[in-house]
């Protein structure tokens, strides 16, 4: 199995609950206030069944969505996951009242906010501090830093360098009270990257304390978006399937073995999709993988028990 080889966010939420915990994304309804990105549309990483905490029939959808998950897997437990934009960006009073909303649903036993570095300040934190309640310990952010190469941050026009995102895990673990989690969110195969620069952000990253998490995934280029325009004119080498996966591997063998893994793989809606098309779902890919690792006798952390 993969999770005897790497410590995924399921298996880490097992060891701690008994059980498996879903996750149940939401959004805050705000725009990102950056917006600029140039991999970036919103529908792609916006699931169909986010709960949008602005309706007024947002319980009814939840408790869909949850009741299908306890019928499905049998789950008891959920992660209130502010997943779409910047979910920490816009009026505090109304963040504050959606946050508390998500934190007082049965079942809910972990919070997961996904936002960017350049949102994550003392204010910020403080209002997620104050939103959760003593029951839930369980406070994760999943931090957009794509990579810790300006060069790269800045061909993208991520908007932030690499130093923002080093003060907002500064920022965490200074007002942070030790109950906030950090994942950082990476992006592998942008242009011009080599593996070592590729594998040097995936550790600089999770050096702090606070950084218990990880989540990586491929560079695609979706329609409508500027890096589809600048792929069509220019077009440059994308990562295949195959040499994903040995990248991954070779970063998975140097990673703490306690770090945990959010994801590894993702998707996009076909008719989304520009580039590169493996054809093979989430499932699929996490096979290949798990064989790779066998194959080359891999777990996680492995390389560091060597050093």
């Known amino acids: 199995m993969l999770d005897d080889k790497i410590f995924t966010f399921n298996s880490y939420m097992k060891q701690k609950f008994g059980g498996r915990v879903a996750r149940i994304s939401m959004s805050t309804g705000f725009d990102c206030p950056w917006n600029k990105c140039i991999f970036c549309r919103k529908e792609s990483f916006s699931p169909n069944v986010s709960v949008d905490m602005t309706k007024e029939n947002r319980m009814e959808t939840l408790e869909r969505s949850m009741n299908f998950l306890k019928n499905r897997y049998g789950n008891k437990f959920f992660a209130a996951y502010f997943q779409s934009g910047t979910s920490t960006f816009g009026d505090k009073e109304t963040l504050a009242k959606m946050y508390r909303e998500a934190a007082s649903i049965k079942g809910v036993v972990a919070m997961i906010f996904s936002t960017r570095p350049d949102y994550l300040g003392k204010e910020e934190i403080q209002l997620i501090l104050d939103c959760v309640p003593e029951n839930i310990d369980e406070i994760w952010i999943e931090l957009g830093l794509q990579s ?138 996490l096979r290949k993988f798990e064989e790779y690792l066998d194959a080359n006798h891999i777990t996680q952390g492995c390389e560091r028990c060597m050093e």
């Open 148 to 285: 810790t190469n300006d060069c790269s941050l800045k061909w993208i026009n991520r908007g932030h360098d690499a130093a923002c995102y080093f003060k907002a895990i500064e920022n965490v673990e200074k007002y942070g009270e030790n109950k906030i989690k950090v994942a950082p969110h990476i992006i592998l195969g942008l242009p011009g990257e080599t593996e070592e620069d590729m594998m040097n952000t995936v550790l600089e990253s999770t050096q702090s304390p606070v950084a218990k998490g990880l989540k990586l995934h491929h560079l695609q280029i979706h329609n409508m978006t500027p890096l589809e325009k600048i792929y069509a004119e220019n077009p440059f080498p994308l990562l295949s399937v195959e040499k994903y996966i040995e990248i991954t591997a070779k970063i998975i063998a140097k990673l703490p073995s306690d770090k945990v893994l959010f994801r590894l793989f993702t998707t996009a809606p076909a008719e989304y999709l520009i580039a590169p098309k493996w054809n093979l779902g989430t499932q699929e890919a």
